[in-house]
T-cell receptor, first 115, second 116 residues
Framework: KQEVTQIPAALSVPEGENLVLNCSFT??????LQWFRQDPGKGLTSLLL?????REQTSGRLNASLDKSSGRSTLYIAASQPGDSATYLC??????????????FGKGTKLSVKP | DGGITQSPKYLFRKEGQNVTLSCEQN?????MYWYRQDPGQGLRLIYY???????QKGDIAEGYSVSREKKESFPLTVTSAQKNPTAFYLC???????????????FGEGSRLTVL
């Protein structure tokens, strides 16, 4: 059964730091992996989508990598800002179905960037 | 603007009442999903639909019902049989693989249901 783990559950950094958020998954039979941001009381906003054939995607200060063989993805945030404070979630889309509709979410990393 | 609209944003319900949460998308997506989010538990799938007039139960379907009569709409009814309905509900949509679609998932802004 596919499991998605995000460590740490919470992270606090000073403004300006570069940081890495981690996402690991147990089954490499994935179609894609997606990173989201969630602000308190809001829906999830898609940040980056990496297809299984890709190694990384970039958008502005964000860079996401994917290593299927090791079951890992990282989200790199450069020059962090207080506005980056949010919960970051990763989700994998499986190549097969199941009761979770073939999408498995991690529980997220809550990021706090201090001014 | 293309997107997913959930309504109402906040809803209060008395015990024993059914309530319906609306989810409408204009992204022309085939697949739609309902998730429940509780503190510390992550997202849990309630129901999903891959195509009009078809839907499947997720991990926590008990006490919920859905319909998919139109491609754009996937309403969720929280029935009185749901023992602990107070939660944040999120609707999402995507075009599922195969390869001509990216399979990217998009979410609405959520509906917060409180049972009094």
């Amino acid at each position: 059964k596919q499991e998605v783990t995000q460590i740490p559950a919470a992270l606090s950094v000073p403004e300006g730091e570069n940081l890495v958020l981690n996402c690991s998954f147990t089954d490499s039979a994935i179609y894609n992996l997606q990173w989201f941001r969630q602000d308190p009381g809001k829906g999830l906003t898609s940040l980056l989508l990496i297809q299984s054939s890709q190694r990384e995607q970039t958008s502005g200060r964000l860079n996401a990598s994917l290593d299927k063989s090791s079951g890992r993805s990282t989200l790199y945030i450069a020059a962090s800002q207080p506005g980056d404070s949010a919960t970051y979630l990763c989700a994998v889309r499986l190549n097969y179905g199941g009761s979770q509709g073939n999408l498995i979410f991690g529980k997220g990393t809550k990021l706090s960037v201090k001014p | 603007d293309g997107g997913i609209t959930q309504s109402p944003k906040y809803l209060f319900r008395k015990e024993g009442q059914n309530v319906t949460l609306s989810c409408e998308q204009n992204l022309n997506h085939d697949a739609m999903y309902w998730y429940r989010q509780d503190p510390g538990q992550g997202l849990r799938l309630i129901y999903y639909s891959q195509i009009v007039n078809d839907f499947q139960k997720g991990d926590i379907a008990e006490g919920y019902s859905v319909s998919r009569e139109k491609k754009e709409s996937f309403p969720l009814t929280v029935t009185s049989a749901q023992k602990n309905p107070t939660a944040f509900y999120l609707c999402a949509s995507s075009n599922p693989p195969p390869s001509e679609y990216t399979g990217e998932l998009f979410f609405g802004e959520g509906s917060r249901l409180t049972v009094l």
